[in-house]
């Protein structure tokens, strides 16, 4: 695991740093010959300061983005869950191993992790919510919303003129 110091902060990053950042969010198969040109630097350069993002861990991955309805995961909830006396880590990390849940997030106030979840149907996704994430011990209570309609907003990185 790479290890980030103060110094690591998303302000030390350039306006080039923020424009890869940008170009690779958009499409992370671009080339290094493609990505150079695209932000006008060397290839050699881009080489090295992607490595550097990488390294820094700024960037901490490339994949492909996919369309859930197109996997068969045609029905989607945000699932709000209170805990008890457990450690957060633990309880998370066993959520987040459970079939349909694509992330776990800690929030704050009065509820303490949401989850997205994603099911092939209505059916599907009401028994992971009542049976794998309702009775999971240590879960107090739960309250789902169906995602009706999404809309994108912009990736982290895509508008690198707000970094400032």
Do not use: C
């Amino acid at each position: 695991m790479t290890q980030h110091s103060a110094s690591d902060a998303p302000s030390d990053l350039d306006s080039i740093d923020r424009q890869i950042i940008a170009e690779l969010s958009r499409d992370a198969r671009l080339s290094m010959r493609a990505l150079a040109v695209q932000v006008h630097i060397s290839r050699t350069a881009a080489h090295t300061r992607v490595h550097r993002l990488v390294t820094r861990g700024v960037i901490t991955g490339f994949g492909a983005q996919t369309d859930r309805k197109s996997l068969g995961l045609h029905v989607s909830a945000l699932v709000v869950v209170k805990i008890g006396d457990v450690s957060w880590g633990d309880i998370a990390a066993r959520l987040a191993a459970l079939p349909y849940v694509e992330k776990a997030q800690a929030v704050s106030g009065d509820i303490d992790i949401i989850l997205t979840v994603n099911a092939p149907s209505h059916e599907l996704l009401s028994q992971a919510i009542l049976r794998d994430i309702h009775s999971m011990p240590g879960v107090v209570s739960t309250r789902s919303h169906l995602i009706l309609e999404e809309i994108s907003g912009h990736m982290p990185g895509t508008v690198p003129d707000v970094w400032r």
